[in-house]
């Protein structure tokens, strides 16, 4: 297949989109809803893809104590027409919190103003793990009494 075949194949966009994990997504700027949530929404927080209507959905999911600078960041960024990225906490449908970067496009239209946002969410959960281990040793084991590092 020739290469500008595989530039326009939608199958190869599919396949290189599966294979980052990531969660694509549009919203529309004037209106404030999704236009597009990727169906892997649902394998990694759990709610469902049609529950993820506009921009309350995205706010109220994410960990309260992130929430205000990350949707004020992304707002006012999205305002200027800057692409940006935020990392934050987003609730899971069982209670749980998960890390994702979120990766944000500004969609100019022709008139120069905000159209849209695209982007893509990662799960960086493991990356956000403590690193408390030294040489498979944790802080307890390093702080025992008579132990010499």
């Not at 919190?97 to 008139?111: M, P, T």
Request: net charge negative.
């Amino acid at each position: 297949m020739p290469a500008a075949a595989l530039h326009n194949d939608p199958a190869v966009h599919s396949a290189l989109l599966d294979a980052t994990g990531a969660i694509s997504w549009q919203l529309d700027w004037q209106t404030l809803t999704f236009t597009h949530m990727s169906p892997r929404i649902e394998t990694l927080l759990g709610w469902p893809q049609a529950s993820w209507l506009g921009i309350n959905d995205w706010v109220e999911r994410m960990h309260p104590d992130d929430r205000d600078q990350a949707v004020n960041y992304c707002i006012s960024q999205s305002r200027a027409g800057v692409d940006h990225e935020a990392e934050y906490r987003a609730l899971t449908l069982h209670g749980n919190y998960i890390w994702l970067r979120d990766v944000v496009h500004v969609v100019h239209g022709a008139d120069g103003e905000v159209q849209s946002l695209i982007g893509f969410m990662f799960d960086i959960s493991e990356r956000k793990k403590p690193r408390n281990t030294w040489r498979g040793c944790t802080s307890s084991c390093r702080s025992s009494p008579g132990r010499t590092a």
